[in-house]
């Protein structure tokens, strides 16, 4: 709760990961924890995944409605069954696509507004390896629907770009990992850091469900599975699930499992706090657009 308030307090929407929580109960606590650090808008990711016994996913779109979210995030599996739960709440969803098949297809079951991943991205990019340069500007002119740019955001230089390309907003994940309020283990926040754009590594590549995650230990160890043929998730759970991620962030050691990690951990080199960090992008965004922008235009005139 105390990352999601820093990032709502300090001008951004913070978002919470409804799955993170056991229960619908634990989500509706952590809801109100929040509220108690901000009067500002936060919202509540939903992942709908691939699994033998799937959560209680209404059980949590109740507890959204019940403590007055306005704003759900989607992503994984397609949101079209739930719709109708979380729109007649009154809820806007915001989903998390890959491809612009996957954006028309949001729009097309009534979504309102597109969160579009880049290959850059951290977690799941697809398996398209579209880079954010290209596939942004694709979804602009497929969509008309609010378009939030993901992948490869860390500063106010990217702020600028995804607007340029055609989107209403960036989405940062990695980048507020490394900041005061992220409550992880400072180990972690000292790799992202230490490590360079050229330190991720794609996972899970055999079972059409990659990753993108921080190269250690875990991440070698998986990809030796992976090139021994085609392995089960059972092969792969030891290093990759969110139970041993969870004991990494608590515990820093940074070889006992994966972590989702973006090519942006090239641009990340301090620990400010939310409201430090979002500041400064505003301030550069407005640089490069009032003064770099403007120089260009008058030159041309």
């Known amino acids: 709760a105390g990352l999601v308030a820093a990032v709502s307090n300090a001008g951004g929407m913070g978002f919470m990961t409804a799955l993170t929580f056991p229960d619908a109960e634990r989500l509706r606590a952590e809801i109100r924890a929040c509220r108690a650090l901000t009067d500002k808008t936060f919202g509540v990711n939903l992942t709908f995944l691939p699994t033998l016994r799937p959560p209680d996913y209404p059980a949590y ?32 969803v915001i989903h998390k696509c890959t491809s612009v098949r996957h954006a028309l297809k949001a729009e097309k079951i009534g979504c309102d507004a597109i ?3 880049g290959f850059e991205a951290a977690g799941h990019p697809g398996e398209d390896d579209v ?10 002119d497929a969509v008309g629907l609010p378009l939030i740019a993901s992948g490869g955001f860390a500063d106010g230089r990217g702020l600028v770009a995804a607007l340029a390309l055609g989107a209403d907003g960036m989405n940062m994940g990695t980048r ?15 790799a992202l850091i230490r490590h360079s ?20 230990q875990a991440a070698d160890k998986v990809l030796e599975i992976e090139s021994g043929g085609t392995p089960s998730i059972q092969d792969l759970i030891p290093y990759v699930s969110g139970l041993v991620g969870k004991e990494m962030l608590e515990d820093g050691n940074m070889d006992k499992g994966t972590m989702a990690a973006g090519q942006c951990i090239g641009l990340i ?10 500041d400064r992008i505003m301030a550069e965004a407005g640089e490069i657009i009032n003064n770099r922008f403007a120089r260009m235009v008058s030159q041309k005139r």
Do not use: W
């Not at 409605?65 to 949101?79: K, L, Q, V, Y």
């Not at 794609?202 to 250690?216: A, C, G, K, P, S």
């Open 61 to 92: 779109i109740d507890v959204c409605a019940e403590e007055g979210i306005r704003f759900i995030e989607t992503a994984g599996r397609n949101p079209e069954p739930y719709m109708p739960q979380i729109t007649s709440a009154g809820i806007k």
């Open 115 to 117: 969160s579009i991943d």
């Open 131 to 140: 880079t954010t340069l290209i596939l942004v500007p694709l979804v602009r």
């Open 176 to 190: 507020f990992v490394a900041t005061r309020e992220a409550p992880v283990h400072e180990n972690l926040k000292q």
């Open 197 to 216: 754009e050229v330190d991720t590594r794609l996972i899970m590549r055999t079972l059409r469900n990659t990753e993108r995650v921080l190269h250690n």
């Open 269 to 278: 080199r301090d620990i400010p706090t939310c409201r430090e960090l979002l």
